[in-house]
């Protein structure tokens, strides 16, 4: 009964390539009929659970079935809306079962895949037919919530047809995967903490509960990248800049001092080669060229950061000497050669708390997290008064979900498509959260005695002269890094051309 609903689904899938020209106003209408019908089918799916028949529900289906051709004719042609109108026409016809658990569970399913639809277009930005020409013939293209292929229809709807008692379960399989996260209970006030439960949760809604991860709050930094790689987890989420310097490449798709702003980062994360690559110019360097089994996917940013806590002015380089700081990736390194004791080289991790205590004893001078907000609810500002800026270590952070490859060729196209998408709002969700909950914490700062103090000219003029002479150094002593090096150092110089040009002071 329930097949022509869950052919409409299917062939939306297929045709949202197309959808994807819609642009402004018209694309958020075509999002906001694809919501409406979500909640219809969801609100009937509740109804049929209570042992009720959704009368009035299951009717408002035809309004949406009447007004299809016109919501998304012009994008997919209006012989095919027609048809998709008469299907999902042909499903109101008749009412679903209350007794029906299987009913009930096409429904549900279909309205995680109608939510799927929408949170598609509503993080993929509009997409050209045609490549746009540049510099050295490099491509920008959105690979975030990605396209699905007609696969995804050949698959779906070829399951449906091959027998006659299909179940939800069929067309849409069950898959459990475990995610772990650095992100350990002792951040579970900031921003940041709340990603990776908000990509499994939305990977789960869309797929009407089909596709669940469990996540798990392990602490662990670079041991999570081998687990995912050696496929003893399916995913982790983690910042790569953690990691070990053998992997010192892969920070040119975290966090670079002196790097790409977040609108030139985000750029960089969706840019591929040619307009033919399977993957991203980020992804293919995990496999291509480090021999990790790994496909990782944006899925969190704090946007520019703050240049940490310090308990006393540092006005010069001399002031930086032999202090010690808890400071992550390359930024540690330039600091280092600045004079200044970063963890990383006591040769050990440091959570914040663990760094805030060591503050308090007097045995660290400065602390680093990402900026006003999360910095307060962690407490920094009790223990330190003066908050530096800007963090030229970390102007664009950005956090991956890590994928085991061979798992991730597994799921069925449109779960994949699912799971892209939701890495996606997350990303963009996380980064206006940051950038509102900023702002606000800003203007608390002098309330709670904090004195905010912009680094010297001297300090920065000397951290921006070591770290291309560390970028440069690492390019000698590795052809991987020199390679993407000079690819992250070429799509900088052209971006920054434009970046430049339009912005005012």
């Keep these: 009964m329930l097949g022509e609903l869950v052919e409409v689904v299917t062939k939306l899938f297929e045709v949202s390539d197309s959808l994807k020209q819609a642009r402004g106003a018209k694309r958020q209408r075509i999002v906001d009929y694809f919501h409406k019908i979500e909640e219809c089918l969801q609100h009937s799916a509740d109804e049929l659970r209570q042992g009720k028949v959704p009368h009035d529900k299951w009717g408002e ?18 012989d095919r809306a027609n048809e998709l109108a008469a299907l999902l026409k042909a499903t109101i016809n008749n009412l679903p079962d209350p007794n029906d658990q299987g009913d009930i569970q096409f429904i549900e399913t279909a309205a995680g895949k109608f939510r799927g639809l929408a949170v598609t277009l509503s993080t993929q930005p509009y997409k050209r037919e045609k490549p746009i020409n540049s510099v050295n013939r490099r491509i920008f293209t959105s690979t975030a919530a990605g396209t699905l292929a007609g696969l995804t229809a050949g698959w779906l709807v070829g399951k449906y047809r091959s027998t006659s008692n299909n179940t939800a379960t069929d067309l849409f399989p069950v898959v459990s995967w475990k995610m772990q996260t650095f992100l350990s209970d002792s951040v579970k006030n900031t921003i940041l903490y709340d990603a990776p439960e908000k990509v499994c949760t939305l990977v789960k809604k869309m797929t009407g509960g089909r596709f669940e991860i469990t996540l798990e709050r392990t602490g662990e930094t670079e041991e999570i990248l081998r687990k995912v790689s050696a496929g003893d987890i399916q995913c982790g989420y983690g910042g790569i800049y953690y990691s070990t310097p053998k992997y010192r490449s892969l920070f040119f798709g975290c966090a670079i001092p002196f790097g790409l702003n977040i609108q030139e980062q985000i750029a960089w994360l969706n840019y591929k080669k040619s307009s033919n690559d399977e993957l991203t110019y980020i992804q293919s360097i995990y496999k291509d060229k480090l021999d990790l089994n790994i496909i990782p996917f944006p899925a969190g940013t704090t946007g520019g950061q703050m240049g940490g806590w310090f308990t006393e002015k540092v006005n ?25 004791i970063p963890h990383g080289s006591l040769n050990q991790a440091i959570s914040v ?60 196209p449109h779960y994949q498509e699912i799971f892209k998408a939701a890495c996606h709002e997350v990303y963009m969700n996380t980064l206006v959260e940051y950038e509102h909950k900023n702002s606000q914490a800003l203007k608390e700062l002098p309330n709670n005695g904090v004195e905010l103090v912009q680094f010297s000219s001297e300090i920065l003029k000397a951290a921006q002269k070591e770290t291309e002479a560390l970028l440069n150094l690492y390019a000698k002593q590795d052809p991987v890094f020199k390679e993407i090096y000079d690819e992250w150092r070429n799509f900088k110089e052209q971006i920054r051309s434009w970046s430049q040009l339009n912005h005012i002071n």
């Design 353 to 412: 708390d663990e760094s805030i205590k060591k503050l308090e004893q007097g045995l660290f001078s400065a602390v680093e997290w990402t900026g006003p907000y999360d910095d307060m609810q962690l407490g920094l500002h009790n223990v330190a008064k003066f908050y530096y800026y800007p963090g030229w270590w970390e102007p664009s952070t950005t956090f991956d979900v890590q994928v085991n490859l061979d798992v991730w060729r597994k799921l069925p």
């Design 61 to 78: 289906l035809g309004v949406y079935a009447l007004d299809l051709p016109n919501t998304i004719g012009l994008e997919i042609g209006q």
């Design 316 to 340: 010069s380089i001399n002031d930086l000497q032999g202090k010690v700081m808890r400071i992550p990736g390359l930024g540690a390194e330039v600091l280092q050669k600045l004079g200044m």
